[in-house]
């Protein structure tokens, strides 16, 4: 069974989020996997974060997958669209399309994830 394995909300200003969830809920973040555009969120379940971006009224979904690749290959035969596979620290991910044009991503976790 696919589960959601990580999501991300994204914001035009990381520290005034930060400040505001924190403020709000109490979230604590991890500046050892956290960037200047990026605020990991610690000890969160599933894992998620703030990304700087545009301003979006719905989060980043990302599924968790164990073979990025094939999975990619499926949302093309299945009539959708998926981008290559982007490499980071905690994997890869691709942002793909339903056969309706419904985004998420793809994520395959690096070892340890």
Same mark, same amino acid.
């Given at each position: 069974?696919?589960?959601?394995?990580?999501?991300?909300?994204?914001?035009?200003?990381?520290?005034?989020?930060?400040?505001?969830?924190?403020?709000?809920?109490?979230?604590?973040?991890?500046?050892? =996997?956290?960037?200047?555009?990026?605020?990991?969120?610690? !000890?969160?379940?599933?894992?998620?974060?703030?990304? @700087?971006?545009?301003? @979006?009224?719905?989060?980043?979904?990302?599924?968790?997958? #164990? #073979?990025? !690749?094939?999975?990619?290959?499926?949302?093309?035969?299945?009539?959708?669209?998926?981008?290559?596979?982007?490499?980071?620290?905690?994997?890869?991910?691709?942002?793909?399309? #339903? #056969?309706?044009?419904? =985004?998420? =991503?793809?994520?395959?976790?690096?070892?340890?994830?």
């Amino acid at each position: 069974m696919i589960q959601l394995g990580y999501f991300t909300l994204d914001t035009p200003d990381v520290d005034k989020a930060r400040a505001f969830y924190a403020g709000l809920f109490g979230w604590r973040f991890d500046d050892a =996997s956290s960037s200047p555009t990026y605020a990991h969120v610690a !000890e969160g379940t599933p894992p998620f974060g703030l990304t @700087k971006g545009e301003h @979006k009224a719905f989060p980043n979904l990302y599924f968790r997958v #164990d #073979d990025i !690749e094939a999975a990619c290959a499926r949302v093309v035969e299945l009539g959708g669209r998926a981008a290559v596979p982007a490499e980071s620290p905690s994997g890869l991910s691709a942002v793909v399309s #339903d #056969d309706q044009g419904v =985004s998420f =991503s793809l994520w395959q976790p690096a070892p340890g994830y």
